[in-house]
């Protein structure tokens, strides 16, 4: 399977503890996004990597949170110190270099549950 | 705030027969249109885009139409298929990578 990876796809963790999630895009799609789901509401955008740098950010994308691309490849996505309102399915997403709109293509996502 | 809106949460329609979905957005400035399909657990699946110089886009049963002056686009399903049962998302965009997503529209169709 070629398609975007996430991993894990569950994690349940306390409150107050970090939590880092994986995003493996389709090999030669250079953008890379990520994404935030509630329930009832759809993905909500919290940051784009072209290549290895992070060119936008969401102001929903607090100071707790940080994500790196460090090789242009896979993604990282870590919450520091979690909260309750941290739960969500985050989601990523990657889309080739080529006509805009760019057409994204999204994994399955991890669903994050802080207790 | 939200920027797109999807007002009718859902709609059921009869296999063989056109579904409409709506989308409604306030940013003048979005110039990018997307449709994604989704599916219980499973990613968002793209569809469909349009883009501000285009007011139609065709791919198969899958229409889309945009109306810049109204700030509304819809998606049009003909003829629909009990498989297009699914939440469908619009997003839109000013710069075609940050988008802004509608809540949704959960499609049923009936065979």
């Known amino acids: 399977d070629t398609g975007v990876s996430q991993d894990p796809r569950h994690k349940i963790t306390k409150r107050g503890q970090n939590v880092t999630f994986r995003c493996d895009p389709i090999s030669e799609h250079n953008r890379l996004y990520w994404y935030r789901q509630t329930l009832g509401q759809g993905p909500e955008f919290l940051t784009y990597f072209q290549n290895e740098a992070q060119l936008e950010k969401s102001r929903l994308l607090s100071d707790r949170f940080s994500a790196e691309r460090p090789k242009g490849s896979f993604s990282t996505l870590e919450i520091q110190r979690t909260e309750q309102g941290d739960s969500a399915m985050y989601l990523c997403?990657?889309?080739?270099?080529?006509?805009?709109?760019?057409?994204?293509?999204f994994g399955p996502g991890t669903r994050l549950t802080v207790t | 705030d939200q920027q797109v809106k999807q007002n009718s949460p859902s709609l059921s329609v009869q296999e063989g027969r056109i579904s409409i979905l709506n989308c409604d957005y306030t940013n003048s400035m979005f110039d990018y249109f997307l449709w994604y399909k989704k599916y219980p657990a499973e990613g968002p699946t793209f569809l469909i885009s349009i883009s501000s110089i285009k007011d139609k886009n065709e791919d198969g049963r899958f229409t889309v139409f945009l109306n810049k002056s109204a700030k509304h686009l819809s998606l049009h399903i003909v003829p629909s298929q009990p498989g297009d049962s699914a939440v469908y998302f619009c997003a839109a965009s000013t710069t075609g990578n940050q988008f802004y997503f509608g809540t949704g529209t959960s499609l049923t169709v009936i065979p």
């Open positions: 997403a990657s889309s080739s270099p080529g006509e805009v709109p760019y057409e994204q293509y």
